[in-house]
């Protein structure tokens, strides 16, 4: 039998309240926020090492099976849980993680095509909403990409806007980093990659597009500072009815990544 929880942290002024509004506030480089129970197990069934974990003393019995569990649950009080984090409807579960490590594209990209000779890579670059570039990540992960390239300028894939609009996608689909359009660029090219980017108008129709072999969707646009790069690239156009002149860059990924064809039915 789990020894009794500590008794609940009641003040504002406690040092693991303090900690948890300076990550809260953006203040503490390589600190993740995880606000919610379905995140916070998304977190800990990938492995992500947690440096705080609270719980509210309504939700007690829950603290106690994350014990049972082998980790070690804070309760709070909790009004002041809900107070803490950056949520407007918390669930009485909030933990700080320890931000994961992103292998650079060079060095990764071999090994996700080594496994999967076929694999199809997202590569963002230039996604400056934290939830969209969350939702990229939810819908790789959906239509069966092998891997995502970060490109620096990029929102930070651990923002929580970011993770909380993954819903998990984040922990599980592997991120590799690139310092630059052009270098993510040339590691896919050392790779053997084709690389098509989604075009307004003019390029080939998904359905006509040939998406066998080795397959990079870059994905950009928010910030126009990989234009430049991005027209060396492939266009796929989606075909569109109506007087709309473009798809939010969630909705155009989203089709493009699964026209690719590489998800597979999940087993029941």
């Known amino acids: 039998m789990c020894p009794p929880l500590p008794l609940p942290i009641t003040s504002a002024s406690n040092s693991i309240v303090k900690h948890v509004r300076g990550v809260a506030a953006g203040k503490q480089d390589g600190a993740v926020l995880l606000e919610g129970e379905r995140l916070v197990r998304d977190a800990i069934g990938s492995g992500l090492e947690l440096d705080v974990l609270l719980v509210s003393d309504a939700r007690e019995p829950l ?6 569990a082998g980790l070690a649950p804070l309760l709070m009080e909790d009004s002041l849980l809900a107070r803490i984090g950056k949520l407007k409807s918390a669930d009485g579960v909030l933990a700080i993680g320890l931000a994961p490590g992103m292998e650079e594209a060079a060095t990764g990209l071999p090994l996700i095509f080594q496994a999967k000779p076929d694999a199809l890579v997202l590569v963002a670059a230039g996604i400056a909403e934290p939830g969209n570039l969350g939702a990229l990540a939810r819908s790789a992960e959906a ?4 891997a995502m390239i970060h490109v620096s300028g990029n929102v930070s894939p651990w923002n929580p806007r970011a993770l909380r609009g993954a819903m998990g ?3 599980r689909l592997p991120v590799l980093s690139a310092s630059s359009a052009a270098d993510a660029a040339a590691a896919l090219a050392a790779n053997g990659v084709r690389v098509v980017r989604g075009a307004t108008r003019g390029g080939a129709a998904p359905a006509a597009f040939d998406w066998s072999g080795p397959v990079a969707l870059w994905v950009g646009g928010e910030t126009g500072d990989t234009g430049e790069v991005e027209q060396q690239f492939e266009g796929v156009t989606i075909p ?3 007087a709309a002149e473009s798809l939010n860059v969630t909705v155009a990924s989203s089709l493009l990544l699964f026209a690719a064809g590489r998800a597979e039915p999940r087993g029941e």
């Open 240 to 242: 569109m009815a109506g």
């Open 169 to 171: 996608s984040l922990f």
């Open 63 to 68: 603290a106690e099976e994350f014990e049972a």
């Open 143 to 146: 239509a069966g990409a092998s």
